[in-house]
């Protein structure tokens, strides 16, 4: 009768092991996404940089999905309690594989956050050179031309002469 009990909820570690591992296999692809979008920034390629701006919010989007599952399944593993990964095995016990699964994933989230990082970096040392370019390009134009001619000082037409004197 125990067995019976306990089967559902070693289904459900499996899950959450399967579920960490699926988490791993986004947080590649989003960083594949930023390097895409660093390349397209480098290249100057407007479409790859907007399909890989696709690909990263989609990415990120799945992720957030994905670790919500993942937390529903350890609230009923711990009877609705919220609980942290790394704190499993204290509800469950010993989980083969939970250790160097929460490991991977922890290095996996650890490179998206150094390539998030250097992303913004590119994305904001493009925009500052986009700024210095328009800026460059705007202080080049010279003022419009007047519809008329400018005033031209009058030549000496003659001298008034006093007679008088």
Do not use: C, K
Not at 83 to 103: K, S
Not at 109 to 134: F, K, N, S
């Amino acid at each position: 009768m125990e067995e019976l009990a306990e089967a559902p909820s070693r289904d459900l570690v499996a899950d959450v092991l399967q579920s960490v591992s699926g988490e791993r296999r986004l947080l590649r692809e989003l960083r594949a996404a930023l390097d895409r979008q660093r390349r397209g920034v480098a290249a100057g390629d407007a479409a790859a940089i907007e399909v890989a701006s696709r690909a990263v919010a989609s990415a990120v989007l799945t992720l957030d999905n994905a670790r919500r599952r993942r937390e529903q399944m350890m609230r009923v593993l711990s009877d609705g309690a919220d609980i942290r990964l790394e704190h499993l095995d204290r509800v469950t016990g010993p989980i083969e594989g939970l250790a160097e699964a929460r490991a991977a994933l922890r290095v996996e989230a650890e490179a998206v956050i150094a390539d998030l990082a250097l992303t913004q970096d590119v994305l904001q040392g493009a925009l500052r050179a986009g700024d210095a370019w328009l800026q460059s390009l705007f202080a080049s134009v010279s003022a419009p031309a007047a519809s008329y001619a400018p005033a031209v000082a009058a030549a000496p037409a003659g001298q008034l002469v006093n007679r008088r004197a």
